[in-house]
């Protein structure tokens, strides 16, 4: 590609059992309580390594629990400000005490019915409330309505208000914006039927949920401001979102050579003023090229150059610095 090279300058290292997986996972990489997590599973336990604010290392702090699941897979966790676990699983959303006991368990209607499905959670901005989505009651007909998303008090489990969401056996994302705004994203992807990308907030009159302008992706990168930069399934386009300005959208094929598409579906704010995405010469590739991209305009600014061939996963943490992996270890980098 013909974009000015810039160095990845390693900033630290560190072993990270089964991060290779996790950041496959919708709970892998989070944004909770203005810091960035890295959830992962191995040999029955869940881990959650928060990513620290000193650029000389990659974990500043770890925590871990028994997983709930035997294959692990069908769980969405979320780390709480208290040191506590939030899980949502098929059949019940629980919060687990930092020594691992039970806080509290609150009982839904299983996922039986839609086997691709599951729900996610997570604190609100506020840090009062939970937000979790489930697979919500049949109506008189035995027919869902759709699936819901709750309020639950963090201290109790009390449902404190509800929604009936307009998506339908849905998976669930959760992010939260890097500048505490009130509200979170919500993605819910139905497959064939689309994905959902909702602005979630709790008030004082229970839950406000409306769409977050026209992103309909499930990949997407959060800056300040509101900000929603979305990443197509397949790779084709980008799109940038904003309350009050007119969407900016690049297709692959304007910044990419002819036939490249983007992957690693985690594009992201690398700070506020410039993007971090991977791209390839097929969807499905083992290595990707990581290019940097003007936040405002979607245009590479540059290619990352690394003393060895990237893979495809990238984490961009809006402090200049991202992470990356080989095999099992997590690499914390900066440019020069």
Same mark, same amino acid.
């Given at each position: 590609?013909?974009?000015?090279?810039?160095? /990845?300058?390693?900033?630290? %290292?560190?072993?990270?059992? +089964?991060?290779?997986?996790?950041?496959?996972?919708?709970?892998?990489?989070?944004?909770?309580?203005?810091?960035?997590?890295?959830?992962?599973?191995?040999?029955?336990?869940?881990?959650?390594?928060?990513?620290?604010?000193?650029?000389?290392?990659?974990?500043?702090?770890?925590?871990?629990?028994?997983?709930?699941?035997?294959?692990? =897979?069908?769980?969405?966790?979320?780390?709480?400000? &208290?040191?506590?676990?939030?899980? =949502?699983? %098929?059949? /019940?959303?629980?919060?687990?005490?930092? &020594? +691992?006991?039970?806080?509290?368990?609150?009982?839904?209607?299983?996922?039986?019915?839609?086997?691709?499905?599951?729900?996610?959670?997570?604190?609100?901005? /506020?840090?009062?409330?939970?937000?979790?989505?489930?697979?919500?009651?049949? +109506? &008189?007909?035995?027919?869902?309505?759709?699936?819901?998303?709750?309020?639950?008090?963090? #201290?109790?489990?009390?449902?404190?208000?509800?929604?009936?969401?307009?998506?339908?056996?849905?998976?669930?994302? *959760?992010?939260? *914006?890097?500048?505490?705004?009130?509200?979170?994203?919500?993605?819910? =992807?139905?497959?064939?039927?689309?994905?959902?990308?909702?602005?979630?907030?709790?008030?004082?009159?229970?839950?406000?949920?409306?769409?977050?302008? #026209?992103?309909?992706?499930?990949?997407?990168?959060?800056?300040?401001?509101?900000?929603?930069?979305?990443?197509?399934?397949?790779?084709?386009?980008?799109?940038?979102?904003?309350?009050?300005? &007119?969407?900016?959208?690049?297709?692959?094929?304007?910044?990419?050579?002819? +036939?490249?598409?983007?992957?690693?579906?985690?594009?992201? *704010?690398?700070?506020? #003023?410039?993007?971090?995405?991977?791209?390839?010469?097929?969807?499905?590739?083992?290595?990707?090229?990581?290019?940097?991209?003007?936040?405002?305009?979607?245009?590479?600014?540059?290619?990352?150059?690394?003393?060895?061939?990237?893979?495809?996963?990238?984490?961009?943490?809006?402090?200049? #610095?991202?992470?990356?992996?080989?095999?099992?270890?997590?690499?914390?980098? /900066?440019?020069?």
């Amino acid at each position: 590609m013909m974009h000015p090279r810039v160095r /990845a300058r390693l900033l630290a %290292r560190e072993s990270l059992p +089964g991060v290779a997986e996790a950041l496959g996972n919708l709970d892998g990489w989070l944004l909770r309580d203005g810091a960035h997590w890295l959830v992962t599973r191995h040999e029955g336990r869940i881990t959650t390594s928060r990513i620290g604010t000193d650029h000389s290392q990659v974990v500043a702090a770890q925590a871990a629990w028994n997983d709930p699941t035997p294959s692990g =897979s069908d769980t969405y966790c979320s780390p709480l400000s &208290d040191g506590a676990l939030a899980v =949502s699983g %098929r059949e /019940a959303v629980i919060v687990q005490e930092r &020594d +691992g006991t039970l806080r509290w368990e609150h009982s839904h209607r299983d996922w039986r019915h839609a086997p691709g499905a599951g729900g996610a959670c997570t604190p609100d901005p /506020a840090g009062r409330v939970l937000l979790a989505t489930m697979a919500g009651p049949l +109506g &008189d007909d035995g027919v869902s309505r759709g699936d819901i998303c709750r309020a639950l008090d963090l #201290t109790t489990g009390e449902v404190l208000a509800e929604h009936v969401l307009p998506s339908l056996s849905a998976m669930y994302a *959760f992010q939260q *914006f890097p500048d505490a705004r009130p509200e979170v994203l919500l993605t819910a =992807s139905m497959g064939q039927e689309g994905t959902h990308c909702l602005l979630v907030t709790h008030t004082a009159a229970g839950l406000d949920v409306r769409a977050a302008g #026209t992103a309909e992706e499930p990949y997407v990168g959060l800056g300040t401001d509101g900000v929603v930069v979305s990443q197509d399934v397949g790779g084709g386009y980008l799109c940038r979102t904003q309350d009050g300005l &007119d969407d900016v959208i690049v297709e692959a094929g304007e910044i990419l050579p002819e +036939g490249w598409v983007l992957v690693g579906y985690s594009p992201g *704010f690398l700070d506020e #003023t410039r993007l971090l995405v991977v791209a390839a010469e097929e969807q499905w590739a083992e290595e990707g090229t990581h290019l940097l991209l003007d936040a405002h305009t979607l245009r590479p600014l540059a290619e990352l150059d690394y003393l060895h061939p990237p893979g495809v996963s990238a984490v961009p943490l809006g402090d200049g #610095t991202w992470l990356t992996h080989d095999g099992e270890t997590v690499l914390r980098w /900066a440019t020069d």
